[in-house]
């Protein structure tokens, strides 16, 4: 694990610990953020200011193609209940899922910093977020940054039952993406869909995609 200074530089992805942990240090710079994912590699949290970054041994990733619809969803889907914007309220996305984690977690890694950071990436177009609305209020969503044709995923939240399963659908459908970065495994991506594969058959992908 290498400790970052003031120059735009990571070490070789295959340095981490045995958890992903890569570096800690650096900053959260449009050059540095831009280096990090066109790296493969993404900055999962800050422990007393210093932001840890991560390039996890084993990626779970989605394929749009891959995406599971239940039965139920689809009923949900059809029924009309839901709008869905992009990039109409990046702000009011991120910050709902630094909410949402911090109600359900007791904590969250989107502090005031990570939530400017990305907005600023916004604002110069490399994050973007999917809006699910009902009437009219937002009630889920998901954003992350764009690499050329992968999307990587940093967080999602719903105010009401299946909107951030919505969101994730949708930007599957919308056939933008070849590649969905989940980052790490949990169970409710790999119920729709999601799988795990090797930072080194990611890091290939990224390799194509990641220039489109």
Request: with cysteine; hydrophobic share 40%; aromatic share 10%.
């Amino acid at each position: 694990m290498d400790i970052l200074g003031k120059q735009i530089a990571f070490p070789s992805q295959q340095q981490t610990e045995p958890d992903g942990l890569l570096a800690i240090g650096g900053d959260l710079s449009e050059e540095r953020l831009l280096l990090a994912y066109r790296s493969g590699i993404f900055p999962w949290f800050s422990y007393e200011g210093i932001i840890h970054w991560f390039c996890p041994p084993q990626r779970m990733v989605l394929f749009p193609a891959s995406i599971k619809i239940s039965k139920s969803m689809k009923q949900v889907l059809n029924s009309g209940i839901f709008n869905f914007t992009q990039d109409k309220d990046f702000e009011g996305v991120i910050k709902n899922c630094s909410y949402t984690h911090s109600l359900n977690d007791g904590g969250t890694w989107i502090d005031d910093d990570f939530i400017q950071a990305y907005m600023k990436m916004h604002q110069i177009g490399h994050a973007h977020s999917i809006e699910v609305w009902q009437d009219d209020i937002l009630v889920g969503g998901l954003y992350g940054m764009v690499i050329g044709k992968i999307f990587c995923g940093e967080s999602m939240f719903s105010k009401v039952s299946n909107a951030s399963k919505a969101a994730l659908i949708h930007i599957c459908r919308s056939n933008n993406f070849s590649l969905i970065d989940c980052q790490v495994s949990n169970d409710h991506l790999i119920s729709m869909g999601a799988e795990v594969i090797s930072r080194k058959r990611f890091l290939e992908i990224l390799a194509l995609e990641g220039t489109k």
